[in-house]
């Protein structure tokens, strides 16, 4: 089933909602309601290159106890003078069927000064929504507003036919609540949004309850309920969700939890060095589930298996093994979210490096 555009974590539905997606600039936006009455106006503090927050993802289908998880960090890559973001979502599934199985993938997000979704793009897509629109609520917010869209979403996928769908959403900010999530107990605002999207074949209604952490400028909550029709025969499927904040990092304001989810995933890339005078190279491979590495490197004439663990913040500890013998030494560190390096050596044998970036 297909999740929603405008509904929890617009960013990661475009994973799912690929299908192509046409032109057009027909669209319209109300604007929205500014501070109502003494109710305090809140903004957001300023973006930093380098932030980050990881939510967990549960979803099932009504009737179902069964849970699929994602778990998604967005990481800020860049910041305008004026405050627009670009941000890349490193996203991470795992099927309650199968769950040691793992799909990875990174998705790039353009957000405007506003906080507004413009534009998102993978290896093989783009797409965006005309008029821009909020993937929860404006970086300037109050108790009491509430503010309307419509339009449509417009998406490419390499070869594949440009298609549409439109929307229209209806927002509104209540007073704030306490919350309690894995990354803490925060104040938020709540945001009560109902919209409807359609396309050619489908039409889904989402109502989603978020609550915005006016500070941090983020959704730390949010559960959702995805009911989708078909056109031709009028079959109904519904979808429930809860997206959960496990951790997070906001530079400006000194606030962070870290948390060891966010390196999450499959992790690919390749090894070299010298083994007995001789060059050695070869791939490697491994999983990061929770705190846990698995993995191993192979080559022609040199292969080792990798253990370890991942600290929240972000240390890493490794024991390795070549062909069972334990003499193989393996150290590393993150460079960044989406790559981490080291070096390996077995004592009078040889030694070299390593480098691997997430799928």
Same mark, same amino acid.
Not at 42 to 47: F, G, K, L
Not at 177 to 199: I, S, Y
Not at 332 to 352: I, T
């Given at each position: 089933?297909?999740?929603?555009?405008?509904?929890?974590?617009?960013?990661?539905?475009?994973?799912?909602?690929?299908?192509?997606?046409?032109?057009?600039?027909?669209?319209?936006?109300?604007?929205?309601?500014?501070?109502? +009455?003494?109710?305090?106006?809140?903004?957001?503090?300023?973006?930093?290159?380098?932030?980050?927050?990881?939510?967990?993802?549960?979803?099932?289908?009504?009737?179902?106890?069964?849970?699929?998880?994602?778990? %998604?960090?967005?990481?800020?890559? /860049?910041?305008?003078?004026?405050?627009?973001?670009?941000?890349?979502?490193?996203?991470?599934?795992?099927?309650?069927?199968?769950?040691?199985?793992?799909?990875?993938?990174?998705?790039?997000? /353009?957000?405007?000064?506003?906080?507004?979704?413009?534009?998102?793009?993978?290896?093989?897509?783009?797409?965006?929504?005309?008029?821009?629109?909020?993937?929860?609520?404006?970086?300037?917010?109050?108790?009491?507003?509430?503010?309307?869209?419509?339009?449509?979403?417009?998406?490419?996928?390499?070869?594949?036919?440009?298609?549409?769908?439109?929307?229209?959403?209806?927002?509104?900010?209540?007073?704030?609540?306490?919350?309690?999530?894995?990354?803490?107990?925060?104040?938020?605002?709540?945001?009560?949004?109902?919209?409807?999207?359609?396309?050619?074949?489908?039409?889904?209604?989402?109502?989603? %309850?978020?609550?915005?952490?006016?500070?941090?400028?983020?959704?730390?909550?949010?559960?959702?309920?995805?009911?989708? %029709?078909?056109?031709?025969?009028?079959?109904?499927?519904?979808?429930?969700? !809860?997206? /959960?904040?496990?951790?997070?990092?906001?530079?400006?304001?000194?606030?962070?939890?870290?948390?060891?989810?966010?390196?999450?995933?499959?992790?690919?890339?390749?090894?070299?060095?010298?083994?007995?005078?001789?060059?050695?190279?070869?791939?490697?491979?491994?999983?990061?589930?929770?705190?846990?590495?698995?993995?191993?490197?192979?080559?022609?004439?040199?292969?080792?298996?990798?253990?370890?663990?991942?600290?929240?913040?972000?240390?890493? !500890?490794?024991?390795?093994?070549?062909?069972?013998?334990?003499?193989?030494?393996?150290?590393?560190?993150?460079?960044?979210?989406?790559?981490?390096?080291?070096?390996?050596?077995?004592?009078?044998?040889? /030694? +070299?490096?390593?480098?691997?970036?997430?799928?």
């Amino acid at each position: 089933m297909r999740n929603s555009w405008v509904g929890m974590m617009v960013a990661a539905a475009m994973m799912s909602g690929c299908g192509g997606g046409g032109g057009g600039n027909n669209g319209s936006v109300a604007q929205e309601a500014g501070q109502v +009455g003494a109710q305090k106006t809140y903004m957001a503090a300023s973006s930093t290159v380098g932030d980050y927050y990881t939510w967990e993802i549960a979803t099932h289908d009504q009737g179902s106890t069964v849970d699929s998880y994602d778990y %998604t960090t967005r990481s800020v890559r /860049s910041v305008a003078a004026d405050g627009a973001i670009s941000a890349d979502y490193l996203y991470d599934y795992i099927s309650a069927a199968s769950p040691l199985a793992y799909a990875s993938s990174t998705i790039s997000v /353009s957000l405007d000064k506003l906080g507004r979704w413009v534009g998102t793009t993978t290896a093989t897509c783009m797409g965006g929504p005309n008029p821009p629109i909020y993937n929860v609520a404006p970086n300037t917010i109050a108790a009491g507003m509430s503010w309307q869209s419509s339009g449509i979403i417009q998406s490419k996928c390499a070869l594949d036919a440009a298609t549409q769908r439109t929307f229209a959403i209806q927002d509104n900010v209540l007073p704030m609540e306490q919350v309690t999530v894995p990354a803490g107990t925060f104040n938020a605002l709540k945001v009560v949004r109902n919209a409807t999207e359609e396309d050619s074949n489908l039409i889904q209604r989402t109502e989603q %309850t978020c609550w915005w952490e006016p500070d941090l400028g983020i959704e730390v909550k949010c559960a959702s309920t995805f009911t989708n %029709t078909n056109k031709s025969t009028g079959a109904v499927s519904v979808r429930i969700g !809860t997206q /959960s904040l496990r951790g997070y990092s906001k530079q400006k304001l000194g606030r962070k939890l870290d948390t060891e989810l966010r390196f999450m995933g499959n992790w690919r890339g390749s090894f070299n060095g010298m083994l007995q005078g001789q060059n050695v190279s070869g791939m490697c491979s491994l999983m990061i589930d929770g705190g846990n590495i698995n993995g191993n490197c192979a080559g022609a004439t040199l292969s080792f298996n990798i253990r370890g663990n991942v600290r929240a913040d972000g240390a890493l !500890t490794f024991t390795a093994s070549d062909n069972g013998n334990s003499g193989t030494a393996f150290i590393g560190q993150f460079d960044s979210l989406q790559q981490m390096s080291g070096s390996w050596s077995m004592p009078n044998a040889g /030694s +070299g490096s390593w480098v691997m970036t997430q799928d």
